[in-house]
Structure formats: structure tokens, C-alpha cells
Antibody, heavy 121, light 109 residues
Framework: QLQLQESGPGLVKPSETLSLICTVS??????????WGWIRQAPGKGLEWIGS???????YYNPSLKSRVAISIDTSKNQFSLKLTSVTAADTAVYYC?????????????WGQGTLVTVSS | SSELTQDPAVSVALGQTVRITCQGD??????ASWYQQKPGQAPLLVIY????RPSGIPDRFSGSSSGNTAYLTITGAQAEDEADSYYCNSRDSSGHHLLFGGGTKLTVL
């Protein structure tokens, strides 16, 4: 049973870097049949894909965030992480990590519970 | 265009059938996946690929597509199908980046 759990600061100051970790259990993050992603949801708004990472550490990022985002994998801890630089209030959102074992990285079959990150001084 | 468009809200009488739509050019090339999100919860995958349901999703949920439009159909809607939003997602026309629709709020009357 795949489980994902987000962790990280709930409050980040403007212009600083948002850093979140997703701890995965039940599946190896280096699996060649699983894909990993980050999605966010601003308060009262819809879902926004941030980026995805999978085997061979291929990464794809939302073009609107690409200059500020980095996703990486730590196989020793079975985790993958998100870094978003130069944050503003517009980056305030619930951040979800998600996984896909359905053979396509756009199919997010498993989600973490989400973590609210507020950008404020 | 690189976007997926959904109607903001739909309603359905209990036990009736409702179809939620998702439009986008990339849907001519890629399947849509559908997610149900209830208040305070993470999204739940209900349909993916060519009308596939994850384990545990009732068979009243089905998916289809035609041209640039994908459909999520709930046949015999139940009270528990009411959700803050049903979201579609897919790849964009480049095939690398992902898109989510704006979501459709479903009310079961």
C-alpha cells in the first residue's frame, strides 16, 4: 500500500525558498514503474501541477514555475522533495505530493494529505 | 491551446445520470484522468486511461471522450458523489507538461 506524507515549514517569508519533503512508504522512490509529482491548490482555487520526477531522474516542470522550481529524489530516505525559490503571497497554497503507479505520470493515483504553506512576513 | 476547460458547476437529481465535461486541444491526443475532491480532502482518482477505474471506485463512474472533449459520467448519482469539485487532468500538447481543468462542483439534489 503506497502512502505519501508531506512535511516542511508551514510559514515562509516572501522572497525566501519553500522546501517540502514527501516521504514515501510502500514503494521505492527509485521504482521504474512509479512516477512522483507535486501539485498545489491555492485557497478556494483549483489544482495546479508543479512538476514531476521519475526513473532516471527525469523531471518536468510547469512552464509558469520552471525558473523557480526544483524536484529531486533522495533514495537513501525514500523521499522526494520540492524547492520553490523567491516565493510571494501567490505561492500560498496547500501542497500535495502524489504518486502514480498506473503507467502514466499524469495519473495521480495516490496522494498525501497535503500541507498548507503560507507565504507571509 | 494549453488548457483544459470545465463547467464551474452542475447539479443532478438523486439517482439520475450526470455528465461532466472537460475540453482541450490536447485531449485529441491524450486521455483525461478524473479526480473527485471533497471538502478538506485530497483529490481521489476515479477514472483514468480509456475508462479505467481504480480499485474501490464504484462502477457508476465511467469515462469517455470524443474529439477534444472528455466526459465523466455518473450513472445513478448518489448523495456521496456530491463534491467540491471534479477535476480533469491530462498532458498538454507538448506531451511533457500536465494540465488540470478548473474543476466542476457537483451538487446532488
Amino acid at each position: 500500500q503506497l502512502q505519501l506524507q508531506e512535511s516542511g515549514p508551514g510559514l515562509v517569508k516572501p522572497s525566501e525558498t519553500l522546501s517540502l519533503i514527501c516521504t514515501v512508504s510502500g514503494v521505492s522512490v527509485s521504482s521504474t514503474t512509479y512516477y512522483w509529482g507535486w501539485i498545489r491548490q491555492a485557497p478556494g482555487k483549483g489544482l495546479e501541477w508543479i512538476g514531476s520526477i521519475f526513473y532516471s531522474w527525469t523531471t518536468y516542470y510547469n512552464p509558469s514555475l520552471k525558473s523557480r522550481v526544483a524536484i529531486s529524489i533522495d533514495t537513501s530516505k525514500n523521499q522526494f522533495s520540492l524547492k520553490l525559490t523567491s516565493v510571494t503571497a501567490a505561492d500560498t497554497a496547500v501542497y500535495y505530493c502524489a504518486g502514480s503507479g498506473y503507467g502514466a505520470y499524469e495519473v495521480f493515483g495516490d496522494w498525501g494529505q497535503g500541507t498548507l504553506v503560507t507565504v507571509s512576513s | 491551446s494549453s488548457e483544459l476547460t470545465q463547467d464551474p458547476a452542475v447539479s443532478v437529481a438523486l439517482g439520475q445520470t450526470v455528465r461532466i465535461t472537460c475540453q482541450g486541444d490536447s485531449l485529441r491526443s491524450y486521455y483525461a484522468s478524473w479526480y473527485q475532491q471533497k471538502p478538506g480532502q485530497a483529490p481521489l482518482l476515479v477514472i483514468y486511461g480509456k475508462n479505467k477505474r481504480p480499485s474501490g471506485i464504484p462502477d457508476r463512474f465511467s469515462g469517455s471522450s470524443s474529439g477534444n472533449t472528455a466526459y465523466l459520467t455518473i450513472t445513478g448519482a448518489q448523495a456521496e458523489d456530491e463534491a467540491d469539485s471534479y477535476y480533469c487532468n491530462s498532458r498538454d500538447s507538448s506531451g511533457h507538461h500536465l494540465l488540470f481543468g478548473g474543476g466542476t462542483k457537483l451538487t446532488v439534489l
